[in-house]
């Protein structure tokens, strides 16, 4: 059974930083791309980004660049996504999703979630 | 960035009802739209890729249909499980967009 399960809800200070993760199982972590999608309080579904687990290569939104990192540890099926520096306005939902496959278009639809990481920042 | 409207944004029906929700693309994505499932408090769910395929356990309830720029994702009888937001989202091409969400509930 295709899995993937997130890391537990954090509470952040602004400025501080933090890792969360998403742990694959069930599949060949290698095989299948990684997105990160952010759902702020009451609002809709934005995409951060994706990686390929079998060379971490990123994508990243424009909206993202910069203020997140992604990264993955095939050795452990685990994909990661950190910020050196939380702001408040980076309170929301993380979600991780699994793509269909990598490189084709075809394969890049979601097919998988996970269950979401809820992270707060405040003072 | 490719832009995603939804109409409506929101709709009220009734058990049994047949459901029809757009989503429209700023620019022609070819058939690379997925539509996505979202109850309150969960994560969101996969429902149709390929703008017309099921994934796989999604009940034959749903459908979607549509190329280019414009498409439909229907319900064709509505039940209590179905009462949510559903999301399309376009994949043809980087960075992937997401519509702002039809909310679904109960009449």
């Known amino acids: 059974e295709v899995q993937l399960v997130q890391s537990g809800a954090e509470v952040k200070k602004p400025g501080e930083s933090l890792r969360i993760s998403c742990k694959g199982s069930?599949?060949?972590?290698?095989?299948?791309?990684i997105s990160w999608v952010r759902q702020m309080p009451g609002k809709g579904l934005e995409w951060m980004g994706r990686?390929?687990?079998?060379?971490?290569?990123?994508i990243y939104s424009p909206s993202f660049q910069g203020h997140v990192t992604m990264s993955a540890d095939k050795s452990i099926s685990t994909a990661y996504l950190q910020w050196s520096s939380l702001k408040a306005s980076d309170t929301a939902m993380y979600y991780c999703?699994?793509?269909?496959?990598?490189?084709?278009?075809?394969?890049?639809?979601?097919?998988?979630w996970g269950q979401g990481t809820l992270v707060t920042v405040s003072s | 960035d490719i832009q995603m409207t939804q109409s409506p944004s929101s709709l009220s029906a009734s058990i049994g009802d047949r459901v029809t929700i757009t989503c429209r693309a700023s620019?022609?994505?070819?058939?690379?739209l997925a539509w996505f499932q979202q109850k309150p408090g969960k994560a969101p769910k996969s429902l149709i890729y390929?703008?017309?395929s099921l994934q796989s356990g999604v009940p034959s309830k749903f459908s979607g249909s549509g190329s280019g720029t414009d498409f439909t994702l229907t319900i064709s009888s509505l039940q209590p499980e179905d009462f949510a937001i559903y999301y399309c989202?376009?994949?043809?091409?980087?960075?992937?967009?997401f519509g702002p969400g039809t909310k679904v509930d109960i009449k």
């Open positions: 069930g599949y060949s972590f290698t095989n299948y791309w």
């Open positions: 989202q376009q994949y043809n091409s980087f960075p992937f967009t």
């Open positions: 990686i390929d687990p079998s060379d971490s290569y990123t």
């Open positions: 390929a703008a017309s």
């Open positions: 620019q022609g994505i070819s058939n690379y």
């Open positions: 999703a699994r793509h269909l496959g990598t490189m084709l278009i075809e394969n890049r639809a979601f097919d998988f």
